[in-house]
């Protein structure tokens, strides 16, 4: 079945880049029926769109965070990637990796998460 | 301030009914198909309802989606302690390109 895991630090300093890789198991990245996406989840919140990726580079991003964010997506190691720069204590939150069906259409699944914590 | 507006909570009697609206407007929810999903206390969401009112493999027929226009619904029958979670709506925005989410109801059984 497939499986997503986040990987990355999960400390990150203030004004500095978080850096996160989703790895994806169980089926390939490079399907054309799928979206690969982030989410993420502050502490005691609700849900928030970071971004999406398409397997031939096409992105879409949060209006919000768009300046901020760069995603990118390595088919032949089955994996895609978040960077979000200049992180304040805003962006501490649990990230989520995960799959969209068809065009950016809902979640069907879901990483574990990995909680990121930006420090002053 | 979600562009999807959800009640922050709702509460049932076990075995009652509950239902859970999800509210947006027509660049969202009024040209597009609304997904929900379950987040259980300290899991990762799962997705509950796609496309209006279809369920995964798995969801059992409790939960039920429809959507009128501009807004969506949940529906939850024979309440279980087992389903207080939080629960999110979902769609797509064309006039921000961007996926949106409900700011959550937090579902309480009594």
């Known amino acids: 079945q497939l499986q997503l895991q986040e990987s990355g630090p999960g400390l990150v300093k203030s004004s500095e880049t978080l850096s996160l890789t989703c790895s994806v198991s169980g089926g390939p990245i490079s399907s054309s029926s799928y979206y690969w996406g982030w989410i993420r989840q502050p502490p005691g919140k609700g849900l928030e769109w970071i971004g999406s990726i398409y397997y031939n580079g096409d992105t879409y991003y949060n209006p919000s965070l768009k300046s901020r964010v760069t995603t990118s997506i390595d088919t032949s190691k089955n994996q895609f990637s978040l960077k979000l720069s200049s992180v304040t204590a805003a962006d501490t939150a649990v990230y989520y990796c995960a799959r969209h069906v068809a065009y950016l259409d809902y979640v069907d699944h879901w990483g574990q998460g990995t909680l990121v914590t930006v420090s002053s | 301030q979600s562009v999807l507006t959800q009640p922050p909570s709702v509460s049932a009697a076990p075995g009652q009914k509950v239902t859970i609206s999800c509210s947006g407007s027509?660049?969202?929810?009024?040209?597009?198909?609304v997904s929900w999903y379950q987040q259980l206390p300290g899991t990762v969401p799962k997705l509950l309802i796609y496309d209006n009112n279809k369920r995964p493999s798995g969801i059992p027929d409790r939960f039920s989606g429809s959507k009128s226009g501009t807004s969506a619904t949940l529906g939850i029958t024979g309440l279980q302690t087992g389903d207080e979670a939080d629960y999110y709506c979902?769609?797509?925005?064309?006039?921000?390109?961007?996926?949106?989410f409900g700011g959550g109801t937090k579902l309480t059984v009594l």
């Open positions: 979902e769609t797509w925005d064309s006039s921000l390109s961007a996926v949106v």
């Open positions: 027509s660049s969202n929810i009024g040209n597009k198909c």
